[in-house]
């Protein structure tokens, strides 16, 4: 069963645009979700995360959204830049499980300069 | 960095055979997961260890096993590879929080 859908498989955009990743889950037990960038040949790096109580984080050019009764969120990347090109995944977990992550399926994200 | 190491970086086994993978968690970290990430996908959670005792399993097969050491150091077996289990091991340390911190991975390839 799909528990975390990610939205778009791909995603170009041009340099100094808006990247925007959108995740839905289904479990509402689910209260911890991290993004993480991932670059080929590499494990995947947290970027940032977000927990229920908040509707939005930010962290530099990296935000978070998040949308509790619609249970979505998602990853905005603004001024997007050619190293930011990568594959993110978003990701759910239950706090009392101490970390099983549920990740989507991934977004290939490539920024033309 | 993360500080998570793993080893080796790829492999090339055969259907049936058996593979030990090895990763080393950040100094401090007590919690230790792997992940299965097949081309194009996201990881697949495959077990957990805290403490040296399992906890937590996802939906693989009892041919995966595992094992943490009391300096923290994890493995990960897998018996009679099948073509399917070609993909990136992921191995994530953690201090028992949300938080993982993961390694490079391995490389698997069953031909």
């Known amino acids: 069963q799909q528990q975390v859908k990610q939205s778009p498989q791909s995603l170009i955009v041009q340099k100094g645009g808006i990247s925007i990743i959108n995740c839905a889950y289904e479990?509402?037990?689910?209260?911890?979700f991290p993004w993480y960038q991932q670059f080929p040949g590499k494990g995947p790096a947290l970027l940032i995360a977000?927990?229920?109580?908040?509707s939005e984080k930010k962290e530099g050019r990296f935000t978070i959204s998040f949308n509790k009764s619609a249970k979505q969120f998602s990853l905005h990347i603004m001024d997007s830049q050619p190293g930011d090109s990568a594959t993110y995944f978003c990701?759910?977990?239950?706090?009392?499980?101490?970390?099983?992550?549920?990740f989507g399926q991934g977004t290939e994200l490539s920024v033309k300069p | 960095e993360t500080g998570v190491t793993q080893s080796p970086t790829h492999l090339i086994k055969t259907r049936g055979q058996q593979v030990t993978l090895r990763c080393s968690s950040q100094?401090?970290?007590?919690?230790v997961s792997w992940y299965q990430q097949a081309l194009g996908q996201g990881p697949q959670f495959i077990f957990q260890?805290?403490?040296?005792?399992?906890?937590g399993r996802g939906n693989f097969p009892p041919r995966f096993s595992g094992l943490q050491f009391p300096n923290y150091s994890s493995e990960l077996n897998v018996n009679a590879l099948e073509l399917d289990d070609s993909a990136l091991y992921l191995c994530?340390?953690?201090?028992?929080?949300?938080?993982?911190?993961f390694g490079p991975g391995t490389r698997l390839t069953v031909l």
């Open positions: 100094s401090g970290h007590n919690t």
């Open positions: 994530a340390s953690s201090p028992y929080t949300d938080t993982q911190y």
């Open positions: 977000i927990r229920p109580d908040v």
């Open positions: 990701a759910a977990s239950k706090d009392n499980q101490g970390g099983k992550l549920i």
């Open positions: 479990n509402t037990a689910f209260d911890y």
């Open positions: 260890y805290y403490r040296e005792e399992e906890n």
